[in-house]
């Protein structure tokens, strides 16, 4: 396994994540190639823009009258803010579903200000509540049923995992269970940037639908101080989408696109291993350091560790 970050605290490395980036040039031939990117992985939640895409391909924006602010919560993991929450009902409500048909967990919002406001947990408060959302406005627009819509053998599911068949270029591997209880597709690494490439160099049809809101509304993606918010906020024209388990994929307008898998499945290792793949391929992104505390005060930081491209 090949080290891609390290946790520094006082000057002295403590700890090591061991993981496998991949990123591609703007023609799709590989720029750098970090432990194993050909074996399949779940993307978590990364691969929630190419199951948005799939919706929007069967006529939800035109027939409920949506806008970016309900692909982007279709994209999202959101922090189960009051514009997250609104969104998605009104998402819902322009579907004629009710809330009682989403199947999301039962949950508290993430963002701690939203969850101490919150008078009860519950499912619109789900981070993936919006995607379950844009999954039952598809049944409706089809006819298909809401019923069981989460069910990998559902008319919804079959096509949304042919459109993250066709947009990855690489069969799925494996169908599992999400923690919102929706199938998750298997991907390399490599399918996974070179989808991502596919949305985020779209200038027409469902992909480029995606690719606008995720741009015009960071916001909605994830919530205050998320990473994956700051970052598509701070480098024009990015595509990205955070997973569960050290996933990380982006895209740049032109086709630059990275996906990373943090071995361990930790979660701060992702964002500077992102930032650093990203400027190994030109890309001007940065994001503050994850810190490293003792004694309350800062002392280190969690830094990437890859080689050049």
């Not at 190639?33 to 948005?52: C, E, H, I, L």
């Not at 169908?175 to 490439?197: E, M, N, Q």
Request: glycine share 10%.
């Amino acid at each position: 396994m090949t080290v891609v970050a390290e946790v520094v605290r006082s000057g002295f490395v403590e700890s090591r994540h061991h993981g496998s980036v991949v990123a591609l040039r703007p023609d799709g031939t590989v720029a750098l190639a970090v432990g194993d990117v050909t074996t399949p992985v779940f993307p978590r939640s990364s691969n929630k823009p190419m199951q948005a895409a799939g919706v929007v391909g069967l006529g939800i924006v035109e027939r409920y009258g949506l806008d970016d602010r309900h692909v982007a919560l279709a994209t999202a993991s959101h922090s189960g803010e009051p514009a997250h929450v609104e969104v998605v009902r009104d998402l819902l409500a322009r579907a004629g579903v009710g809330e009682d048909a989403l199947r999301t967990p039962v949950d508290w919002p993430l963002d701690a200000a939203a969850a101490r406001a919150a008078a009860e947990p519950s499912r619109v408060l789900h981070n993936c509540s919006g995607k379950h959302a844009s999954f039952l406005a598809a049944c409706a627009a089809r006819g298909w049923p809401l019923e069981g819509y989460r069910d990998a053998d559902h008319p919804l599911q079959r096509h949304l995992r042919a459109v993250v068949t066709d947009l990855a270029g690489e069969d799925v591997a494996a169908t599992g269970v999400d923690g919102c209880g929706a199938p998750i597709f298997a991907l390399s690494l490599t399918a996974l940037a070179r989808a991502f490439a596919r949305i985020a160099t779209a200038t027409e049809g469902p992909e480029a639908v995606v690719a606008r809101a995720i741009r015009a509304q960071p916001f909605l993606l994830g919530g205050t101080g998320r990473d994956v918010t700051r970052l598509v906020e701070g480098v024009p024209g990015l595509v990205a989408k955070d997973g569960a388990e050290g996933v990380y994929a982006a895209a740049m307008p032109d086709g630059t696109a990275v996906a990373l898998k943090i071995e361990d499945g930790s979660q701060r290792a992702r964002p500077p291993v992102m930032v650093a793949a990203l400027r190994a391929l030109g890309v001007d992104a940065d994001l503050a350091p994850a810190v490293v505390l003792g004694g309350g005060e800062p002392v280190g930081v969690v830094r990437a560790v890859l080689p050049t491209a």
